[in-house]
């Protein structure tokens, strides 16, 4: 169940970051495309602390 987990915050970082590349270019709105990023990151930081637990 872990490693199923760990890859859907895998997918769902993946296409976050692809909407936060959409935003930085085609919105010319570069804050919120980084802070969708950081965002986007946090999916698989959390999947993995909460795999190891």
Same mark, same amino acid.
């Given at each position: 169940?872990? =490693? #199923?987990? *760990?890859? =859907? +915050? #895998? %997918? #769902? +970082? =993946?296409?976050? *970051?692809? %909407?936060?590349? !959409? &935003?930085? $270019? ?8 980084? &802070? *969708? &990023? #950081?965002?986007?990151?946090? /999916?698989? &930081? !959390? +999947? *993995?602390? /909460? %795999?190891? $637990?």
């Amino acid at each position: 169940m872990g =490693f #199923l987990l *760990i890859g =859907f +915050s #895998l %997918y #769902l +970082s =993946f296409h976050t *970051i692809k %909407y936060a590349r !959409l &935003v930085w $270019k085609d919105e010319n709105n570069k804050f919120a495309g980084a &802070v *969708i &990023v #950081l965002m986007a990151m946090c /999916f698989p &930081v !959390l +999947s *993995i602390m /909460f %795999y190891l $637990k």
